[in-house]
């Protein structure tokens, strides 16, 4: 989607069906007021404008949540469990780069990891071959398999290097934003099995020790499940959840 904030514009993306955007803290200012332009499902012709709120911001990893109210239903994004990328992998950005006082909404860009952590001031990013423009802060970084592994911040001077925050400075602001959206910090998803062949969907509850308890969607009853029964990915994301508190 387009991001509006004063006189600039950025990208954004969906995540979850709650209304939640991710984008860069760059783009909106925390004083004034935030638009946000998006395509409604099946209606690529059309567009909705609508007021934002500022959940959350990070400056530090340049990363800001909005919030909209929801009416119907979104696209929204997979995010990649945080796990490590490779050099050489295929990604594909989706930005609204701008042209003078036109936006170039919805424009595809590829290329290649480059780098997997470029060390720029006191943060890691990927580093990539995709073009990076003017307005595309914000945007989604896909890997082959169409899941975000990146949030594109700023560009080069120099043609074909663009860098975007990786998917773990991402899952952990995440984390601290959903402690403010008034859930008490409960994180709903699909949690994969350690065999990769089953998900549970649920909000996670606790995590005590190596253990975690998960109120499963479908039943309403809470489950105790051992680290070790949750795929890699996941265990990754809950050894972030018990650090980061």
């Known amino acids: 989607m387009i991001v509006r904030s004063g006189n600039s514009t950025g990208t954004g993306f969906f995540v979850g069906s709650s ?3 991710l984008t860069c803290a760059h783009c909106v200012s925390p004083l004034g007021s935030v638009q946000v332009v998006y395509h409604p499902v099946g ?3 059309e ?4 007021d934002a709120e500022v959940v959350h911001r990070d400056r530090k990893v340049d990363l800001a949540l909005l919030k909209i109210d929801v009416k119907q239903p979104l696209h929204a994004v997979a995010l990649a469990d945080p796990i490590d990328v490779n050099s050489g992998e295929d990604v594909t950005i989706i930005a609204n780069p701008g042209l003078g006082n036109e936006v170039l909404d ?3 860009t590829t290329g290649i990891i480059s780098n997997v952590k470029r060390t720029i001031g006191a943060n890691h990013y990927i580093q990539s071959s995709a073009a990076v423009n003017p307005s595309s802060s914000g945007g989604p970084m896909f890997d082959r398999n169409g899941q975000v592994i990146g949030v594109v911040v700023l560009k080069a001077g120099i043609d074909g290097v663009g860098f975007a925050v990786p998917p773990t400075p991402i899952a952990k602001f995440l984390l601290r934003a959903s ?3 008034g859930k ?3 994180l709903e998803r699909n949690w994969v099995d350690s065999a ?3 998900e ?3 909000s996670l509850l606790e995590i005590k020790k190596e253990f975690v308890t998960l109120l499963d969607k479908l039943s309403g009853k809470s489950k105790t499940r051992p680290f070790s029964d949750f795929s890699t990915g996941d265990r990754k994301l809950l050894d972030l959840m018990a650090v980061d508190k």
């Open 47 to 50: 567009k909705i404008s609508v």
């Open 184 to 186: 008490n910090g409960q």
């Open 19 to 21: 209304g939640l955007i």
């Open 196 to 198: 990769m062949k089953n």
């Open 43 to 45: 209606k690529p012709d």
């Open 200 to 202: 549970t969907q649920g």
């Open 179 to 181: 402690r403010r959206d």
């Open 106 to 108: 919805n424009t595809v």
